[in-house]
């Protein structure tokens, strides 16, 4: 999985350095201070840490919560809205969805749960700023940084629940677990102003959610479940800019 991500990683750099040579030869680009733009994205979301770590049912334990749950690479979504307040540098909003799952637990070579037994839910709401290199042309690369609120949930499938219910012989309560965390993202991207109403992009960002995922199991105390919800994301990208009124 670690191996995969650096290979997705040198992918997007190469990709954003071959559109920030052509820049170098592209037409002239539009002053976009004092500009709006909507843009709707999607791809890839590629779990990290303990959301990427595969959990073994031989050797695991959790007294410390789950060791990892072995999510796996899982499609996202999202949108977002900017707002220029200089020719370089935009303001915005942004939310973004991502649903992964994990495959079937085998004990001894033998699934003793379904494939997609558990899933991993994250909706993100945030705000972001972006910093466009100043290529002089309609492809533009840029930094962006970005925080907001995460809600998180870790919860069985309806397979999942039924498989465990029976292989344990009894109710399993609770199913999920869920929260809302403050977290932050980082990233890159490039953008390709086809026409004065529309452009193309693609970008690449981490995300990071601050605190465990925590539950109280009837204790009156809040016991670990997940010690981290980290993943990185890989999207296209489909811009459209707002017409202004010519002053």
Do not use: C
């Given at each position: 999985m670690r191996k995969l991500g650096v290979v997705a990683v040198a992918v997007a750099s190469l990709m954003l350095m071959a559109f920030a040579a052509f820049a170098a030869e592209a037409p002239v680009g539009e002053d976009m201070k004092g500009k709006f733009s909507i843009s709707a994205f999607g791809g890839l979301a590629m779990p990290s840490g303990k959301l990427g770590e595969e959990f073994d049912v031989l050797t695991g334990t959790l007294d410390d919560g789950f060791p990892g749950v072995g999510m796996k690479m899982s499609p996202d979504f999202g949108a977002s809205v900017d707002y220029f307040v200089t020719k370089d540098i935009a303001v915005g909003a942004d939310v973004?969805?991502?649903?992964?799952?994990?495959?079937?637990?085998?004990?001894?070579?033998?699934?003793?749960?379904?494939?997609?037994?558990?899933?991993?839910?994250?909706?993100?709401?945030?705000?972001?700023?972006?910093?466009?290199?100043?290529?002089?042309?309609?492809?533009?690369?840029?930094?962006?940084?970005?925080?907001?609120?995460?809600?998180?949930?870790?919860?069985?499938?309806?397979?999942?629940?039924?498989?465990?219910?029976?292989?344990?012989?009894?109710?399993?309560?609770?199913?999920e677990f869920s929260d809302s965390k403050f977290g932050g993202n980082g990233g890159v991207g490039v953008e390709y102003k086809v026409n004065e109403m529309f452009g193309v992009g693609l970008n690449g960002a981490y995300h990071m959610t601050m605190g465990k995922l925590e539950h109280d199991f009837g204790t009156g105390t809040e016991e670990t479940v997940l010690k981290d919800w980290t993943y990185m994301a890989f999207n296209a990208q489909v811009t459209f800019y707002i017409p202004m009124a010519k002053k």
């Open positions: 973004s969805y991502v649903k992964m799952k994990n495959e079937a637990v085998a004990v001894l070579g033998i699934d003793v749960l379904p494939e997609k037994w558990l899933e991993a839910t994250t909706l993100q709401f945030g705000v972001h700023g972006k910093y466009f290199l100043p290529t002089g042309g309609p492809v533009r690369p840029y930094l962006a940084l970005g925080a907001g609120m995460y809600s998180r949930k870790l919860a069985l499938t309806d397979e999942g629940k039924t498989a465990l219910e029976d292989l344990l012989e009894g109710p399993v309560d609770p199913s």
